[in-house]
């Protein structure tokens, strides 16, 4: 490059370099190709200690590895960023580049996640699996761009279960009057309203201090996250009620994603995959030993029989055809179908 030439690119290169200095992830990029130097703060509501955190951190050696170690990861756990709702705005603002939120409160963006919501409709994550990597949770992803995200597919958060501090509950009887945290979200709100139940939305963060101080008498979460969480600290019940499924869906800041290169944008679809994938089956088993690990830490643990599950399920039939409605009937008739497929399997 001849010297003049090298002063020009300097001066023009300088002041914008200095401009977006202060915010690593905003360097040039465009859609060409190559890799450039990158810095993604990712962060998610839950405990490094978590599946969602061990697979976050496997994201992270992804991506450095698979870009020369040109793309950094900056990891932050146990919501240290805010809660998933405060995370995915700080993605739609660009403040942030990747969050990994629970979908359930994400339904007052986009309603029709709550289809996920809908109580017993998976008995087996693989059933959950083909609805999420199939036509119905693909579909969903696509909604995300017009809300400046981009979703780069589902982990998992899994089956939940029922914790209180008042009385086991065997029976759908049981959980009236109980005070129960749900996420906030109006399909949990109402099942459990019908179940004679008061729930009261909280974000997540705040769950434990309310058990602790007994603001709610229970709340309910999948077994590695009542554990990670260390709530058998707080309530000495565990009933077995797996009423609902709840997908984690992996989200990247839409106007850090326009910037990326094609190649980058590969190095992230793939490690985020990759990653999901080590994700899940760290979460089953999690989820298996957590239930011994809670029993041994004195947690007094239930079942619940199928034919109670029937009745909750026939209780709360009044809200999920209510929410099909404003869903969209077709699209819950087209998870259903996939649902009865993967069982036929
Ligand atoms: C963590 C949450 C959590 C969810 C909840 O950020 O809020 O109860 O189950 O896992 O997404």
């Known amino acids: 490059m001849k010297n003049w030439m090298k002063k020009l690119a300097i001066g023009v290169a300088l002041p914008g370099m200095l401009l977006l200095g202060g915010c690593g992830a905003a360097k040039s990029g465009g859609s060409a190709g190559g890799i ?34 040109k793309m950094k990861v900056q990891n932050f756990y146990s919501a240290t960023l805010g809660d998933d709702q405060k995370m995915t705005e700080a ?28 109580p017993f409709v998976f008995n087996t994550e693989e059933e959950a699996y083909s609805v999420l990597d199939g036509k119905v949770g693909q579909e969903l992803l696509k909604k995300l761009p017009e809300h400046k995200l981009i979703g780069l597919g589902y982990w998992e958060n899994g ?23 749900t996420m906030q979200n109006e399909v949990h709100l109402d099942a459990f309203k019908k179940l004679g139940a008061n729930p009261s939305p909280m974000a997540f963060s705040e769950v434990f201090t309310a058990l602790e101080g007994k603001t709610v008498d229970g709340q309910e979460n999948p077994l590695a996250t009542i554990k990670s969480s ?3 600290e707080v309530q000495p019940y565990l009933s077995m009620t797996k009423h609902v499924y709840t997908p984690f869906v992996f ?19 793939d490690s985020a ?21 809670l029993k041994k830490a004195g947690m007094k643990v239930n079942e619940v029989s199928d034919a109670e599950k029937e009745k909750m ?33």
């Open 313 to 345: 399920k026939e209780i709360v039939k009044p809200v999920t055809d209510k929410y099909a409605k404003k869903f969209g009937q077709e699209l819950v008739d087209e998870m259903m179908s996939e649902v009865e497929k993967a069982r036929k399997e």
């Open 91 to 118: 993605l739609q603002g660009g403040l942030q580049e990747v969050t990994i939120p629970s979908t359930s409160p994400l339904v007052g963006m986009i309603k029709e996640y709550g289809i996920f919501d809908f």
């Open 159 to 181: 089956f939940r279960n029922l914790t209180n501090s008042k009385h086991p509950v065997k029976t759908a009887e049981d959980f009236k009057g109980l005070k129960i945290r």
């Open 273 to 293: 995959k990759e990653a999901g994938k080590y994700q899940r089956d760290l979460n089953r088993k999690e989820n298996e030993k957590a239930l011994e690990d």
């Open 251 to 269: 989200l990247v800041s839409k106007q850090f994603w326009d910037k990326l290169s094609k190649e980058e944008q590969k190095i992230m679809r």
């Open 230 to 232: 260390k709530y058998d």
């Open 36 to 69: 450039q130097e990158r810095t993604i703060k990712a962060g998610i509501g839950l405990n490094e200690d978590h599946p969602e955190g061990q697979g976050l951190k496997k994201f992270k050696e992804l991506v450095e590895k698979k870009s020369g170690g």
